[in-house]
């Protein structure tokens, strides 16, 4: 499977309980632009504000945790491109790229495609 994964970082002057409403009105418009484009499946995880975060984040010296991630999986390269031709992509991901400018610091989260190798 093929993956786009969205590592996000809230802006920062929006408070915690802000972003987790931002982030369901994003979960309903990604499931959408999921069932209209034919991707296979999204997943939303969204990080715990628990002080073991902070620990592990002083122990191993890395950078404070994402505030969520989304993964969007498509089946293979075809139906990844299917995705991509298909005739409303183009509006689908200018209404998303909208609102995600509402909520996100874009500049400070990261956007990958991986694949997922599943044993």
Known sequence: M?????????QSEIELLEF???WDEYRRIME???EELGISRVIFSTTLAVEEN???MLARGTRVPYDGI?????ENARTFREVLNHPDTETVLSEIR?????FMDLGASTFFFAINDEY
Request: glycine share 0%.
């Open 2 to 10: 093929i993956k786009l994964v969205q590592c996000v970082r809230k």
């Open 70 to 74: 989304v993964e969007l999986f498509f």
């Open 98 to 102: 909208a609102f995600q400018e509402e």
């Open 20 to 22: 987790r409403h931002y």
């Open 32 to 34: 959408k632009a999921r």
């Open 54 to 56: 902070f620990e592990v």
